[in-house]
């Protein structure tokens, strides 16, 4: 009698078939998962493995180190741009002797064309800036722009035509400082988080020391030796400049992206996350607006004094006055912004913008040289608080991924009434015979910005408001699901043990 086993019941497999069949798999998906693991480890995962892989640690800066040899690099930087751009004044009183004629109606307006074009091509070439920033880093953009600039203000040096002087020294020698300027600001943020605001002070102060010493220099040396060879001393400044973009070693780590992905290197071109926040598309449009005045009294104050004055009087001390609570304002308020929270760092620019546009008006109403001098000390003091918190409140708008290109679309945008103030100014000198008028209508826009940026803090906090919000509802509704997911599994545990 032959026995045979009775068939295994439905829904019971075989164990030994099951794992046989899932060390055959394991085997054939072993090799797969160790090449996962070995690309997490070495920092390499796939895009579809994004959401297995180790969360990156998160970057802690180092608050120091060599962080300060880049700290005086950028504050050298800084200097060197803007102490030149901020002492146009005098430089401008020898344009008018080389290449213009008093019989000519015009020659203010045409003369400050080339001062114009060097402050606001310094700021419109901010977003491409930013874009080579991404690209190619910190240290590369800053060597070459310095490099450029250097050629730039060589070149003008030769020139003996304005309209030649437009491109050598209004647009190669101020797109080289851009290139120069912005990644001193962006490489802060590699090595300081808590100091920000205090390095951001120290850093900007380097214009202002700048703008104290370097119009006794020109001066001298624009007398002496006459505008040619004071441009070619001023080439040193620059050669330095070079020298210094090398310190730009940059410590933030690099976003994991894979090697296919289209939208990254789109991102890294144009950026429109920074367009997503309200309060910077604010910040973004509300400093431009504030600043057709900003650059007037850097290029016609000089000239105004010796109308008002005479040409003996000791211009170059307003330059000076200027200078000095310049650079106090940056160490102070640079080191108060640390203390403000958040975007209400946007407070302290509002505060600078009224007391700008107030001064502003307050140059024609002056008839003693004493008056001006306490005009250009109050002027000078909320010019630094406006400069040194540029950057961190960039930092607070959108992050510090972020950060490199929101400056420099801010700073482009800032280019237009950089450019357009100054020769309107001369025009009204030239049509009114004064500069009163223009004076009067610099002080209009820093206070309209003013009102606009008062605006950030408050859309920043909706914004916080409704994020909470979104974040409790879904909390809720994780919460909900995973009770429901509980209660699925329990009925599931209830159906095995029955079966």
């Known amino acids: 009698m032959i026995h045979t086993e009775p068939p295994e019941p439905p829904g019971e497999p075989d164990l030994s078939e099951t794992s046989t069949m899932t060390e055959e798999k394991s085997g054939r998906e072993g090799p797969e998962d160790l090449s996962s693991e070995e690309k997490q480890e070495n920092g390499e995962c796939k895009e579809e493995l994004r959401v297995k892989a180790c969360p990156p640690e998160e970057f802690v800066h180092p608050e120091g180190g060599w962080g300060w040899v880049v700290m005086l690099a950028s504050m050298w930087c800084n200097g060197s741009v803007f102490g030149i751009q901020n002492s146009f004044g005098l430089i401008f009183l020898y344009l008018l002797q080389e290449f213009g004629s008093e019989n000519d109606p015009d020659l203010r307006f045409k003369t400050s064309w080339v001062g114009s074009l060097s ?48 491109f050598t020294y209004g647009i190669v020698f101020s797109c080289g400082c851009s290139f120069a300027y912005q990644p001193s600001l962006v490489i802060l943020g590699h090595y ?43 080439c040193i400044l620059m050669f330095v400049l070079v020298l210094a973009g090398f310190t730009y070693k940059p410590l933030l780590p690099i976003k994991p992206t894979s090697s296919h992905s289209g939208q990254f290197r789109r991102s890294r071109i144009f950026n429109r996350n920074i367009w997503k926040s309200v309060g910077y598309r604010i910040w973004a449009f509300g400093i431009p607006a504030a600043l057709y005045g900003y650059f007037v009294p850097y290029v016609h104050l000089m000239q ?30 640079g080191s108060v912004a640390d203390f403000v929270k958040g975007v209400n760092k946007v407070f ?116 916080r408001r409704s994020e909470e919000t979104l974040n409790k509802q879904q909390g809720v509704d994780q919460k909900m699901m995973e009770n429901e997911k509980d209660q699925e599994d329990a009925k599931t545990k209830v159906g095995d043990s029955v079966l």
């Open 348 to 463: 302290l620019q509002v505060a600078s913008f009224f007391v700008i546009g107030f001064m502003s008006t307050m140059i024609p109403v002056c008839q003693m040289f004493g008056g001006l001098i306490a005009v250009c000390l109050v002027m000078g003091l909320f010019d630094g608080c406006f400069i040194c918190i540029m950057a961190p409140i960039a930092f607070e708008l959108v992050g510090a991924n972020d950060v490199s290109q929101a400056i420099g679309f801010l700073l482009g945008l800032m280019s237009v009434p950089m450019v357009v103030g100054p020769p309107l100014a001369g025009f009204l000198r030239d049509e009114l015979g004064n500069y009163d008028l223009a004076f009067y209508l610099a002080g209009i826009p820093p206070i309209f910005g003013g009102i606009l940026l008062c605006l950030i803090p408050w859309v920043e906090a909706r914004r």
């Open 119 to 166: 402050m606001g091509m310094i700021f419109f070439c901010s977003p491409i800036v930013s874009i080579f920033t991404d690209i190619l880093g910190c240290r590369v953009t800053a060597v070459g722009g310095a490099a450029v600039g250097l050629v730039g203000l060589l070149a003008s040096s030769y020139v003996r035509s304005l309209g030649v002087m437009y």
């Open 304 to 333: 105004h004094v010796e109308e008002r004055f005479g040409k003996e009087s000791n211009k170059e001390v307003l330059l000076t006055c200027i200078g000095i609570t310049s650079c106090l304002g940056r160490f102070i308020f």
């Open 192 to 234: 300081f988080k808590k100091r920000l605001g205090l390095v951001n002070g120290i850093v900007t102060a380097g214009s202002s020391i700048f703008t104290i010493t370097l119009p006794y220099i020109l001066s001298g040396l624009l007398k002496k030796v006459g505008l040619q060879h004071t441009l070619r001393v001023l």
